[in-house]
Structure formats: structure tokens, C-alpha cells
């Protein structure tokens, strides 16, 4: 095995996000080790709803189009992401011309349109639709979203009936952060079933792979995927990345991000991590990867959430402007020691 894509291919597919540069072409050495690396490829912004349809009626399906054809010519596995999501959608989406919130039919009309369009243009091509993602909060209650205060939870139902008429042979994921909080994975697994009786379609559940050195339990993610996969649905970790800089919410949980000291935690490692943080992110990769291997006839897809640690969102996200080494390969492009050590 001199890849992660041969390493893994007996057992899930292995995937990466793709950012706008690596689409377009710009970034020929990321380009390099996705075609090589990888067997499945997720947009990491150009297919969210306000970079699809910026403007009511407007679609801009220039970048999408491209990353279609990348995983077509590539012979890679297309997942779409996202179409129902409250962030990183237009404000037109949910209002009126006077700036009012539309009513439960007119957004119900528009997530139909919406949903039509994109996933019909792109029928039989996009393998997997992440058909709605983040509804569920840590507690298990309903994300109050802009979605849920009008139309109320059957914007979840519908959107998975609607993406299934406009492409019959799509897999339909629910994809969502936290997954290993006990609270979250209730809330999940009951929203499953509630749409498994109502008789909609739904395939598989995504779990980000937000993660940190400490946190999450690697017993509670274990949990949530023995839980998601009882279901009798495929579970993907979607969204894999590692911080290893300190988190208001690391260990504690939000309580404590009112003592975060910000400045201190602003960029621990500007130059480069030490041998013990380093062996820290190989253990924690390795204790993930083996937890996949254990669980390889539930999941379908492991996917990090990009290539290379210059491009990651952990540098702005959850405190901006910070210096992150999340993913596998390093600034450089240069495949990090702990590629080696998966692929062995
Ligand atoms: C992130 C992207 O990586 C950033 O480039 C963008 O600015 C914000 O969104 N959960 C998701 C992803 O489902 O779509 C998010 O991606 C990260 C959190």
C-alpha cells in the first residue's frame, strides 16, 4: 500500500473536501495528492445555497459543475454538501421583499425550488446528498433555524422527499457536529426513526469529525455510531480534522469559555508543533483510524475536511486568525509522518 486510497479501499472509500483553488485548477499540487489519495471528494462551499443561488432564481453553477466533472473524470465518489442548512444561506431565502419573514408555504416553495434545481441538474452524477445538516442541537432539541421557526420539523422530511424526487437513486445523508454528545446522538436517533415510520427516504448519517487532542470521548463517538448504525443506515464520518490548539471548548464544554484566556491561546505553535503535541495528533489519528477499522462494515466513507494544513478553516475557526496543523498534509503538501503510519 503506497496510498491512502489503496489502504482503505477494501474497506470505505477515503475522501477530502475540495476548496474553490482546487476545483478551478489553481492549486496544482493539492490537485496532485487528492487524485492520487483519495476516492471520494465533498465541496467544501461551492455547493451551499448561497454560493448556488446567491439571488432568488439566480443559480451560479460554475464551480459546482467543475467539481462534478473532477470526481466524474477522477472515477471518485461525489458527495453533495449541503442543500438545507441555516448557515451560509441567503437572507433572501427567508424573507420578503420588506424584510419580513416569508410564510411556511412560500419556504416551503423555495427549499422545493432550490432542492429541484440543484440536485436535478446534477442527477445520477452526485452520488450522496448531505440533504440536511446541523438541525439537531448538543441537547437533542430542535435547532431553532430560520427553517424550523417557520416551517416547524418537517422541513426535515420534506427536504429528504423533495431530494429524493428530484434524483430516485441518490443516497440522502443527515449530517451534523457533536455527534458523540449523548444529548445529540437521542435527538439524532430519534429523528430517524420518526422519519423512517413516516416512510421517507433516508440513507445514511454523516458525522463531522470536528476533532480535538482531547475532546471527544473516543467512547461516546464509538457509542453514536453503534447507535446511528443500529438504525439499519450507512454512517460516514464526514468533516474529519484534528485542532491541536487549545478550545474554549476543550474538555470542559462551553461553561468554561467565559475564563478562555484568548490572548495566551492565540498561536501556541506559530512555528512549527513540538515532538510531544506531534506524537499527541499521530495518537489521536491513529486511535480514530482504528475505531473506523473496528466499525468498517457500518461505514461507507471517512472524508477530511481538506488537503492540506495551510487551507484548513481550524486557522479561523474557532478563534480567527490562528496558525492550525489539523489535516494530513502539511504546509508544503508534503504527506505528514502520519500518513505512513495509516497506510501501513
Ligand atoms: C466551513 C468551511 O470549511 C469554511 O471554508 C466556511 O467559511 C464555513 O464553513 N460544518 C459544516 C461545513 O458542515 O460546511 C463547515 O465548513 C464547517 C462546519
Not at 473532477?70 to 454538501?81: R, V, W
Not at 422545493?112 to 439537531?136: F, L, P
Not at 474538555?251 to 492565540?266: C, L, R, T, W
Request: glycine share 6%; proline share 4%; net charge negative.
Amino acid at each position: 500500500n503506497s496510498t491512502l486510497k489503496t489502504a482503505f479501499e477494501d474497506k470505505f472509500a477515503i475522501g477530502t473536501a475540495m476548496n474553490a483553488w482546487q476545483i478551478s485548477g489553481r492549486d496544482s499540487a493539492a490537485t496532485k495528492i487528492i487524485k492520487d489519495q483519495f476516492s471520494a471528494i465533498v465541496a467544501e462551499n461551492c455547493m451551499k445555497s448561497g454560493r448556488l443561488q446567491p439571488e432568488e432564481g439566480e443559480f451560479t453553477f460554475d464551480l459546482a459543475d467543475q467539481f462534478v466533472e473532477f470526481g466524474e473524470q477522477n472515477d471518485m465518489l461525489i458527495n453533495g454538501h449541503t442543500l438545507i442548512w441555516h448557515s451560509q444561506a441567503p437572507r433572501w431565502f427567508f424573507t420578503d421583499a420588506e424584510g419580513q419573514d416569508v410564510s411556511r408555504e412560500v419556504l416551503i416553495e423555495r427549499m422545493k425550488t432550490h432542492i429541484h434545481t440543484v440536485v436535478g441538474r446534477y442527477k445520477g452524477r452526485v452520488d450522496t446528498w448531505d440533504v440536511v445538516n446541523e438541525a439537531i442541537l448538543d441537547d437533542g432539541s430542535y435547532r431553532e433555524s430560520k427553517f424550523y421557526q417557520i416551517i416547524g420539523e418537517d422541513f426535515i422530511k420534506l427536504a429528504f422527499q423533495f431530494t429524493h424526487e428530484a434524483d430516485p437513486d441518490a443516497e440522502l445523508y443527515y449530517n451534523d457536529y457533536s455527534m458523540a454528545e449523548p444529548g445529540k446522538r437521542e435527538g439524532v436517533v430519534r429523528m430517524v426513526k420518526k422519519l423512517q415510520a413516516e416512510g421517507v427516504k433516508i440513507d445514511g448519517i454523516g458525522m463531522q469529525g470536528h476533532i480535538g487532542l482531547h475532546h471527544p470521548e473516543i467512547r461516546e463517538f464509538e457509542k453514536s455510531l453503534e447507535a446511528f448504525a443500529d438504525l439499519g443506515v450507512e454512517v460516514m464520518v464526514t468533516e474529519l480534522d484534528l485542532t491541536v490548539l487549545p478550545s474554549p471548548w476543550d474538555d470542559q464544554g462551553a461553561e468554561v469559555s467565559k475564563n478562555f484566556d484568548y490572548e495566551d491561546k492565540m498561536n501556541p505553535f506559530p512555528n512549527g508543533l513540538p515532538d510531544e503535541v506531534r506524537d499527541a495528533f499521530d495518537a489521536r489519528y491513529l486511535e480514530f483510524f482504528a475505531l473506523f477499522l473496528k466499525h468498517q462494515d457500518k461505514i461507507s466513507r471517512v472524508t477530511l475536511w481538506g488537503v492540506a494544513d495551510q487551507h484548513s478553516w481550524r486557522n479561523g475557526w474557532p478563534i480567527r486568525g490562528r496558525t492550525d496543523y489539523p489535516l494530513l498534509f502539511d504546509r508544503e503538501n508534503k504527506a505528514k509522518p502520519i500518513v505512513e503510519k495509516l497506510i501501513k
